[in-house]
Every structure is written in C-alpha cells, then in structure tokens.
C-alpha cells in the first residue's frame, strides 16, 4: 500500500511517467521507416494504464505514431468508437501499413455480376473539381492479382450494387506503379484501416429497393466476412465499416441500415471521406452477395422474377429474425389474437374510402384492423405490427415489401389502380410465394373505371400525360389495359399506376373473409421448415465405399457368367431422408448405366457382359429429389 505522501504524489508520478512515454513514443515513431528498412516494424511501446493514456494524449494531437508502432486497428478494438482514419504523407506508411509494398486483389466469381473482390491497399481519389472519384491499385514488389479476368474492363471488374447488369454500378481500378506514390497528387494518404465493405445503395429513398438491393445483400455479405466467434444469424460482426460510395445523403433508410449492421460512426459515406487526396483502405471488399435477390425491374427486358434462380423464403425468413433480434422486437402474439394490416399511402395511389373500408372490415369481420403508415410508424413499430397480423392488404407500392415480416400462414392481399394488370408486377406476389416463406396471396384489380381518379396534369413521373401531343393523350385514356413496356418512364403505365381507387368493400372484404378462413400458421410454419435453402443447403450424398466385383459361372438355363456387384452406403446416407437416394452402375466398357435402390446389383450376358474381358465398374449415390448425385466411387475391375 501507499502511505498518505505517497498516495498524494501518485498522479504526479504518473503523469510524469505518461509524458517521458509520449516523447519515448514520439521519437520511436520517427524511426518507423528505419524499422521497415532493417526488416523489422516491431516497436517498443508503453503499457498498460500508461500506454492508454498515451494513445489518448497523443489522439488528440493527431499524431499516429502510437498506431503505428503498434500495428493494430484501434477503431476495430473499441467497436463503440466512431472511425478515425490516420492521416500522413506517404514517406510515413512505410512500415505502417505496406502500402509501399503496393496493392493485391483476390477474386472469386465468373462474370460481372457474380465477382466479388478482396483487396488490400485499395486506393481512392475524390476529385470534388472535376467531379471524380477514380479507384487506384499500386503495383509493387509484393502485389498479388489472383482472378482478375484481363478483360476487366469489358464492361467491368464489378459492379458495386446487387442490382445487375445496371452500368451506374460498375466498379474498376486504374493501374499505378508504387513509385507513384512518390508524386504531388499523392502526397497526403488517409488509411482506413481495419476491415471495409465497399457499395452502393441503389435506390435508398424507397423501402422496397432498400431492402430488396442493399439490406438483404448486405446482411449476408456481412455474414460471409464476419469471423468472430459468437457470430450467428441473429448477430453480426458490427465493427465491419460500410463505406456507401452512390453520393446520396444518408436519408431515413440509410439511418436505418447504420442501425441494423454497423456500430455508430462505422458507416461511411461518399461525401464524408476526405476530397482531393489518396484515401486507402488496409482491406476492402467490393460485391455484395446475390443470395436472394428475386427480382428483375426490367431495364433493358420486360420486369419480372429473375429468370433460372432459385430464392429460398427461408433465407428471407432468416433476415426478419436477424432485424426483429437487432431492433428488439417483442415475440408475436398468438394467432387468435392477430389483427389485419392496412398499408396506408398518403401522397398518391390512394384509397379514396380508406376509413369506409377499415370500418367495413371490422363490423364485418370482427377484427382489429391497423392502419400503417411511413408517416406514423417508425421501421420497427411496422415490424411489430405487421408481425402480428393474419392479412395485410394494401395498393401496389414499396411499402407491400414489408410483408416479409407477416407471420406464417397469414396472407398478403395486393390491390391494383383500374388497367393496371397485377400479373405483370410481381415483387411482392414473388416475394410472398418463395418456398419457404409460409405466406398466402391474393390480388384485387379494380374493375371500375368510374371509381378511380387520374392525374393528367401532374408532372411526367406521377402520370400527368399534359406534355403529350393530343393524339397520344387520346390514346392513353382509351387503352384499359397497360401494355407490357420496360422501365421506367412508361407513359401509360405511369397514367395508370397513380390512379387514385374507390376501392369495392365488399369484393376487399371477401378476399380477407377467405384468408381468413384459410389461415393456418401451423401450416405455415411448417412450410418454412420443410422448404430446402438454395445452392450449398442441398444435401447431396457422399462417396460409394467398399465396392466388390465377383463373377460366378451360371450353369442352370445354359452356361453363363454372373457379376456381383456389392457396396457399401455413404456415410451421410443414414441422415437423409428415407427414399431419398438411389445408386447408379456404369460399366465403362459398355458404356451403360444401371440404377437401383439397393445395395447391390447382379449384371449378365443378357446385360453385355461376355467371357474372358475386363471390365471397369463405377458406382455412385443419386439424390433424387434435386437430381443432384455424389462422386464416384473408386474403380472396380472384375475379369469374366
């Protein structure tokens, strides 16, 4: 213990012993480069309460050397802390953070839209006068360029979004030598280092988009590259820094995806990275995954499901437990005190008799409905609320996207303006009956054209059609049906689509009664587990083992020869489902194929087989619900 004299000097000591370890520290930072020439970046460093205290002081005064000497992310360390990026000439990287050993890439995927990128040392310049941001990658002794296609820039490397073949979204570097570092352009380098994922928000104003292009990318990319250890579904490694590079402001959704995947202070945007100098991140990854994206918006073909994919509802179900878990959700109530979910909108594309049709519903129904608005709930209020509802029902619009978090078994009744046929826009009838998923649905178009309300002299993009030419204005209001078209600007989808309805109360109130009535979230929840997850959630059967050939002389019916053919199952077998597997023989010399469910088979003359010839035997297990199969099984000669 320390006496009382002692005790009242103590923090003199201390800070004494903090200031003589600054300038220790100081000094040591000057001889970082000196430390990277000899081969070595290891530096002496103070520690414990001292060396915090330090690396406070020396914060402060913006020096890095502290980070330096010590070789960690000190951002990645205390993921509570907003991101400070270290700011030095490029003479002070060396040893620091290898820039001048020069950028590497690494890169897995075939094509544009499916290629996703590593990259250490990915640089950057935001050119604010000409309105650039440029990508740089500086070759240097230690670079490594391992699956990048020579043709990158046909038409691109990547692209940022998850939304396809979209050119705003392409991504490429420009290639330097490291000595470039060395020129006025780059003299001052910001370093983010630590982990970061590089995209771009596709449409962040508008929930659907919001969700359908950036959140539920970004949740599973982020959940490809989280590596601790109490990672799972339901929690993220949120210290990852998101550095959102579309140049639009961070808006209400873009508060919401800082909440949902990153600490404070760890998202990034364009505008907020520093202008008119290098900005380079330690390690970046770039592509986001395309897990389950399921809809195509038609840009350059007619909008509809994405063609030859398969999205598991599962997968959407997963992310609704991961946002409930994030946003602190309450569990759902039971299913016999769940309520109906109007999808209210306020601005355009009205339901002109929405309080009629609520109180419609109720009298006749003898249930709650609640209405939900953008305006009046915050995302998780939606949440909850939609999460405890048996039928939500609502006009053609983003908002529709939220019945991703209706419960299972319940059902999701979408309304269309008169002309506007529901068949051709299907992202929410898609999202609704992915296998697993568990949800019903249903459509209403409003057969009436006297009971709904258009716009003609509103601007382009809200259905006025004013700035047309007479004849085509004419032509417009006398077609009842909305021709298929790409997007966007379609004047006659547009015409249509913000329509205003007097929606038929009792037609809506059928359509619920029957949901309803259907309703069944055991049913529904059962779905969800039997459906099989995409891609690597198959389950496929493992190797044929133990694999014999004998052949036997068969004297009854005339002489003959018999090859018995026996193996044992796969080792995985006995965890699939019964049924579920069968096995294929191939004789290589005959070029033919047997399948059986057995263990075994027996093959003869009548099969091809003939005296005095070897003959190669091949077996392997064949799953047969995705007529996926194992591998081979080794070589089994058998002489006749």
Not at 354 to 372: D, P, T, W
Request: glycine share 8%.
């Amino acid at each position: 213990g320390l006496s009382p004299l002692q005790k009242t000097h103590a923090p003199h000591t201390a800070a004494m012993r903090v200031a003589v370890c600054a300038i220790v520290v100081l000094w040591l930072g000057s001889l970082v480069a000196l430390h990277a020439w000899v081969g070595t970046t290891e530096t002496p460093a103070c520690h414990g309460q001292d060396q915090e205290a330090v690396e406070a002081a020396l914060a402060a005064a913006g020096d890095l050397s502290t980070a330096a000497a010590k070789g960690t992310n000190t951002a990645a360390q205390r993921p509570n802390q907003p991101d400070k990026p270290r700011t030095a000439t490029y003479k002070d990287m060396h040893g620091m953070h290898g820039l001048h050993r020069g950028s590497s890439v690494w890169c897995t995927g075939d094509s544009v839209n499916t290629r996703r990128c590593k990259f250490r040392n990915l640089c950057m310049h935001r050119d604010t006068g000409a309105g650039k941001t440029r990508f740089a990658f500086f070759h240097g002794n230690e670079t490594v360029v391992d699956g990048v296609p020579a043709n990158r820039n046909d038409p691109a490397l990547l692209t940022l979004s998850s939304v396809e073949n979209h050119n705003l979204q392409y991504f490429n570097y420009d290639d330097f030598p490291v000595s470039a570092l060395d020129a006025a352009l780059f003299q001052s380098v910001v370093i983010y280092p630590g982990l970061s994922l590089l995209f771009r928000r596709f449409k962040p104003d508008n929930i659907m988009h919001a969700i359908h292009d950036d959140f539920l990318p970004l949740y599973f990319t982020l959940l490809s590259l989280s590596s601790n250890d109490d990672i799972n579904a339901l929690s993220l490694d949120t210290n990852i820094r998101l550095v959102s590079l579309e140049g639009i402001e961070r808006m209400l959704y873009g508060q919401l995806m800082e909440t949902l995947f990153t600490n404070p202070g760890k998202m990034v945007l364009l505008e907020e990275l520093p202008a008119n100098q290098l900005v380079c991140f330690s390690e970046a990854h770039l592509g986001l995954s395309k897990r389950t994206t399921w809809y195509d918006y038609g840009y350059d073909k007619m909008q509809g499901p994405i063609k030859d994919k398969s999205v598991s509802g599962r997968d959407l179900r997963q992310f609704e437990a991961f946002v409930r878990a994030r946003l602190g959700v309450a569990e759902r109530k039971a299913a016999s005190q769940q309520h109906i979910v109007l999808f209210s909108r306020t601005m355009n594309r009205l339901v002109v008799n929405e309080q009629a049709l609520v109180k419609h519903l109720e009298q006749q129904l003898q249930r709650s409905v609640v209405v939900v608005r953008n305006e009046n709930h915050t995302f998780a209020e939606q949440v909850s609320l939609i999460g405890d509802a048996a039928v939500a029902l609502g006009m053609h619009g983003s908002l529709l996207i939220m019945a991703m978090f209706l419960p299972p078994g319940a059902t999701l009744l979408e309304m269309f303006p008169f002309a506007v046929p529901g068949n051709n826009y299907a992202p929410y009838r898609t999202m609704a009956t992915l296998p697993g998923m568990g949800l019903q649905y249903r459509l209403w178009e409003n057969p009436f054209e006297d009971k709904s309300m258009a716009y003609p002299n509103e601007p382009p993009f809200y259905g006025g059609i004013a700035h047309l030419p007479a004849a085509t204005q004419n032509q417009i209001v006398n077609t009842k049906t909305v021709p298929p078209h790409k997007c966007c600007g379609d004047p006659y989808w547009l015409f249509r689509i913000y329509q205003d309805t007097i929606v038929d109360l009792d037609q809506i109130t059928y359509i619920v009664r029957g949901a309803l009535q259907h309703h069944n979230r055991a049913q529904g929840e059962s779905e969800l587990q039997g459906a099989t997850p995409p891609g690597a959630s198959v389950r496929l059967p493992g190797r044929v083992d133990a694999v014999t050939c004998t052949t036997a002389t068969q004297a009854t019916q005339g002489s003959g020869i018999n090859v018995n053919i026996q193996w044992n199952a796969p080792w995985n077998v006995a965890f699939m489902p019964r049924g579920s597997v069968t096995y294929e023989v191939w004789v290589q010399e005959l070029q033919k194929m047997w399948r059986t469910e057995e263990l075994g088979l027996v093959l003869g003359e009548q099969d091809g087989l003939v005296p005095d010839k070897t003959f190669a035997v091949w077996v392997r297990a064949k799953e047969t619900q995705h007529s996926g199969h194992g591998p081979f099984s080794d070589r089994c000669l058998v002489k006749t």
